[in-house]
């Protein structure tokens, strides 16, 4: 009898637990990256900053902290910003609670912030429990002298290796960059990793929920998921997993080839896996409620160079030559924000017009092109990029698959002064409006 009704409870506050999730639906995801401070003039992100956008946001993931090698304790990554005297964005974004009181402040480990050859911490502490103990104590230990309600998870697992290979065409230093660089890391203890992984998220979680405290992971883009992730393990002891499902085409790794950075679906084609729909469905067939799957938009576009080699279409896939020039705000080649972006849609914008293509079919996202200037021999670009509108129908497709929202990547390259339209965050705001 008392089994019985012990069982009773438990069944009950299970329940209660996700009827308890306000969000369960509807989550909007913001991540910050809090280094963006450092960048100059109008793409300086300062704390007031974020303040229009947590009208609108559910949840707040500050971006990132990192591992020490040796000691295996998460520890900041910027301490100048996150925890020194004179920002202390740690406390600072967490005192925004009392402003805020409904939104959810989580701190996020990896991110690919913590440098792409130092992956190897992130495997050999799930080597052993008492690394991973340790970590575990540091997370506990940051979590509750920062206030923060949760951690992320953003594990820097290796990526898989890109393989396809349309174009004839690749420049020797392409081949070069290929044999030693990002994605070509062979783990020879996959399952090990994996199942250390396991251990750790159930672990720490036991830990936090003792202090009423969340556990998310993000999946980070070219991570495969079913090396990495014991999905049916790992889905009671998370309250959500972020799909980066975008970057699926980036100038670093298909220098070469300018294509859709993050379809929602597979184009004609392309490889099976390159979209959110496979990646959605992969995690749902293997058991995680769909109110714990949340979808990554990306608020930034990606950018490739065209050259007198490419199509002058601008149809992709499009044969290109590496990223594409720097933006004046964020200086990232082969990326731009969306307030970058806009900037150059324009018909007055510097450089001459930039002819833009939507998507009707709701299913790619929309790109932009300038061809190669045969009389003046100037570079062309090609940009994949994220709108209101595509923004959106990432959001319908959560919707309209019962997920639990949209993650939205980040802060720092959305339109945060509202010089597109007068609004800021038109991307965030765009894809709440449609949740
Ligand atoms: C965050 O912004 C900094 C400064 O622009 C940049 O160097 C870094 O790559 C960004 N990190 C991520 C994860 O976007
Ligand atoms: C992911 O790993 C599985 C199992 O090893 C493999 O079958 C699949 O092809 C991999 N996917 C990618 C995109 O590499």
Not at 52 to 67: M, S, W
Not at 117 to 146: G, P
């Amino acid at each position: 009898m008392k089994l019985v009704i012990f069982a009773a409870i438990v069944a009950l506050s299970v329940n209660l637990g996700n009827a308890l999730d306000p969000h369960e639906h509807n989550k909007v995801v913001c991540y910050w990256n809090s280094t963006s401070f450092e960048r100059l003039g109008a793409g300086k992100f300062k704390l007031d900053d974020l303040k229009p956008a947590l009208e609108v946001c559910t949840h707040l993931v500050y971006g990132f902290a990192g591992i020490e090698a040796g000691t295996f304790k998460a520890i900041s990554l910027h301490p100048s910003i996150d925890t020194g005297a004179g920002f202390g964005f740690y406390k600072q974004v967490t005192q925004l609670k009392r402003t805020y009181p409904a939104i959810k402040f989580y701190l996020s480990i990896g991110g690919n912030d913590d440098p792409y050859e130092e992956t190897h911490k992130y495997l050999t502490l799930l080597e052993s429990k008492d690394a991973r103990n340790e970590f575990i104590k540091s997370v506990s230990i940051m979590l509750n002298e920062y206030d923060f309600d949760g951690v992320d998870l953003a594990w820097q697992f290796p990526p898989v290796k890109y393989a396809k290979k349309r174009n004839a065409f690749v420049s020797f230093w392409h081949k070069i960059k290929k044999t030693f660089g990002y994605g070509n890391f062979h783990d020879e203890k996959e399952e090990e990793h994996k199942t250390g992984f396991t251990n750790l998220v159930r672990d720490l979680k036991g830990q936090l929920r003792t202090k009423n405290k969340d556990l998310t992971i993000t999946v980070l883009p070219h991570v495969n998921a079913t090396v990495y992730y014991d999905i049916r393990l790992l889905q009671p002891n998370i309250d959500a997993v972020h799909l980066m499902t975008f970057d699926q085409k980036n100038p670093e790794r298909n220098p070469d080839e300018a294509d859709y950075p993050a379809p929602i679906y597979e184009s004609y084609g392309r490889t099976l896996q390159d979209n959110i729909d496979f990646n959605v469905r992969y995690w749902l067939e293997h058991g995680t409620p769909g109110g714990k799957i949340v979808i990554g938009v990306p608020s930034f576009a990606r950018t490739w160079k065209l050259t007198e080699d490419s199509q002058i279409s601008g149809v992709p896939p499009i044969v290109a030559d590496g990223p594409g020039a720097a933006g004046p705000h964020t200086a990232i080649p082969g990326l731009l924000s969306y307030a970058e972006v806009c900037a150059r849609l324009t018909e007055s914008a510097v450089g001459g017009r930039v002819k833009r293509v939507n998507d009707p079919s709701k299913k790619y996202g929309g790109y932009a092109y300038q061809s190669y200037n045969k009389d003046t021999s100037a570079e062309g670009m090609w940009i994949g990029f994220e709108d209101p509108e595509t923004a959106g129908n990432k959001a319908s497709y959560a919707k309209a698959k019962g997920l639990g929202g949209v993650a939205i990547f980040d802060l720092s390259t959305d339109d945060f002064r509202g010089n597109c339209n007068g609004d800021k965050f038109p991307i965030v705001k765009a894809a709440k409006y449609k949740l």
